[in-house]
């Protein structure tokens, strides 16, 4: 059988991968889409839309359970689960059918099941076919990670994949981890009425970032009745009577610790994800990368000058608007012009906790790991008149400014809307504000947008210009 022809073969059909083939087809150029399924990629169907789905369910139950101190009781509420995920399901497959649609209406877009292994760097075969062209793009994705802790692959976990797909809810629910999934789908059942255990290696929820915000969400999750232990050290995963049991010490690991066993009908494994690299045969297309990713330049060209790589199999962001923005340029780069490259300044980064996380630019550890000198100030959600108005009161600002120049460098903020609020901080970072161009951005009162008015105005007076 003669090898099909391309102008570009595309490896993966999730964010990236159609966004690269979505830029190559509109330059005109006959591209093979490569998805060995189910097809839709993992914000579609096993990430962002079912879980924002499943979690505003646990949000109006608990909204709707704590509303006496607004005047209003609900006396009794009912969950229907079954139902919950039914809505999530059809949602999902309606998102998918369309993309497969986007992807039906593009003439020189064909796409192939298959699983996609290099020959070499300008041949791949799906089966029993070959394709060729002088460009690639891989946009594989990622894969849960599983952490290597005894006994835990003989008595089984959830992944968050079980987690989103189950239509009955556990009594007692372990989470391993501290990051986006353990935080949001934990949440998510112990407001459903699932007794919630979260356990954390690190010293606080959300690790990568500041710590006060770890600490402030960890102490709303035990306000809310969820059990957070952190510092944890895994012993082993074992069964007692019908539960399944992880067996931890807690605290300095030099002093034994304190051991503990926390028993759960399911444990959630929620310790991040991988590049997803199975079957590809990298090797032979003289391309390097591991589990931590591809290795990819600033143009997102692989270790084979023909070969480009976009989205979660990078190892940058595991964000989609990152994957998306990558594919886009990987594709253009890939098919010649003015070189593009990736900006990952002013990327936000949101968890949808209640409150929720939302992040963009520099922390302040990263400035401490950059040796880059800034200033911060910050400002309480109870201190301002629309969150107490709302009764939206937990949570904060923390703003990050260059000394001399006051250009906004950072804004990290735990607090009710804090997904679209922090858009405001990426307009402002986009254009290189300082925090005297945000006080005079005139802000509506009373709104949650006020809040970043505050620190601005702290910071502007701290403001030492050189020479000054």
């Given at each position: 059988?003669?090898?099909?022809?391309?102008?570009?073969?595309?490896?993966?059909?999730?964010?990236?991968?159609?966004?690269?083939?979505?830029?190559?087809?509109?330059?005109?150029?006959?591209?093979?889409?490569?998805?060995?399924?189910?097809?839709?990629?993992?914000?579609?169907?096993?990430?962002?839309?079912?879980?924002?789905?499943?979690?505003?369910?646990?949000e109006l139950a608990r909204l709707a359970a704590h509303s006496a101190p607004l005047g209003i009781s609900a006396k009794e509420i009912a969950i229907d689960y079954p139902a919950i995920v039914r809505r999530k399901d059809a949602l999902v497959r309606g998102f998918a059918d369309y993309r497969r649609q986007e992807v039906a209406r593009r003439e020189l877009l064909t796409l192939i099941d298959g699983e996609a292994r290099f020959l070499d760097a300008h041949r791949v075969r799906v089966g029993a076919q070959e394709l060729t062209a002088p460009r690639s793009v891989i946009a594989t994705g990622s894969r849960i990670f599983v952490p290597d802790i005894p006994g835990l692959a003989g008595q089984g976990c959830w992944t968050s994949d079980e987690a989103l797909a189950s239509d009955t809810l556990p009594q007692r629910l372990v989470v391993i981890g501290g990051g986006v999934i353990a935080c949001e789908l934990?949440?998510?059942?112990?407001?459903?009425?699932?007794?919630?255990?979260?356990?954390?290696?690190?010293?606080?929820?959300?690790?990568?970032?500041?710590?006060?915000?770890?600490?402030?969400?960890?102490?709303?999750?035990?306000?809310?009745?969820?059990?957070?232990?952190?510092?944890?050290?895994?012993?082993?995963?074992?069964?007692?009577?019908?539960?399944?049991?992880?067996?931890?010490?807690?605290?300095?690991?030099?002093?034994?610790?304190?051991?503990?066993?926390?028993?759960?009908?399911?444990?959630?494994?929620?310790?991040?994800?991988?590049?997803?690299?199975?079957?590809?045969?990298?090797?032979?297309?003289?391309?390097?990368?591991?589990?931590?990713?591809?290795?990819?330049?600033?143009?997102?060209r692989t270790t084979h000058p023909?070969?480009?790589?976009?989205?979660?199999?990078?190892?940058?962001?595991?964000?989609?608007?990152?994957?998306?923005?990558?594919?886009?340029?990987?594709?253009?780069?890939?098919?010649?012009?003015?070189a593009q490259s990736a900006d990952y300044r002013i990327v936000p980064d949101v968890i949808f906790s209640d409150p929720p996380f939302a992040r963009v630019g520099l922390s302040e550890k990263d400035a401490a790991l950059l040796g880059r000198p800034v200033l911060t100030a910050g400002y309480p959600y109870?201190?301002?008149?629309?969150?107490?108005?709302?009764?939206?009161?937990?949570?904060?600002?923390?703003m990050l400014a260059d000394p001399t120049t006051g250009e906004i460098l950072g804004v990290g903020l735990l607090g009710a809307s804090a997904p679209e609020l922090i858009h405001e901080a990426v307009v402002a970072m986009h254009y290189r504000a300082t925090v005297a161009d945000l006080m005079q951005m005139p802000h509506f009162h009373p709104t949650l947008a006020e809040i970043f008015t505050y620190p601005a105005e702290e910071l502007a007076a701290k403001i030492q210009p050189v020479g000054a």
């Open positions: 059988m003669a090898a099909a022809s391309y102008d570009l073969l595309v490896i993966g059909g999730g964010s990236a991968g159609y966004a690269a083939a979505r830029v190559a087809t509109d330059r005109g150029k006959r591209v093979a889409l490569i998805e060995r399924g189910p097809f839709g990629g993992l914000c579609i169907l096993k990430g962002c839309m079912p879980s924002k789905t499943l979690l505003r369910s646990s934990g949440q998510h059942f112990a407001r459903l009425g699932v007794q919630v255990t979260i356990l954390e290696r690190g010293p606080h929820l959300l690790r990568r970032h500041d710590p006060e915000f770890g600490r402030a969400l960890g102490g709303y999750f035990e306000e809310e009745g969820i059990t957070l232990h952190t510092n944890v050290r895994f012993h082993e995963v074992t069964r007692h009577g019908r539960s399944k049991m992880a067996v931890i010490s807690i605290g300095d690991p030099e002093q034994a610790g304190r051991r503990l066993s926390v028993h759960g009908d399911e444990i959630l494994i929620a310790t991040g994800r991988t590049a997803n690299l199975d079957g590809l045969d990298l090797a032979a297309a003289g391309v390097r990368g591991g589990a931590e990713g591809l290795v990819v330049d600033e143009q997102l023909d070969i480009y790589a976009a989205g979660d199999v990078t190892g940058t962001f595991q964000l989609t608007h990152v994957a998306v923005r990558q594919g886009e340029i990987a594709a253009h780069n890939a098919l010649g012009g003015p109870d201190d301002l008149g629309k969150a107490i108005c709302t009764g939206q009161t937990k949570g904060f600002v923390k």
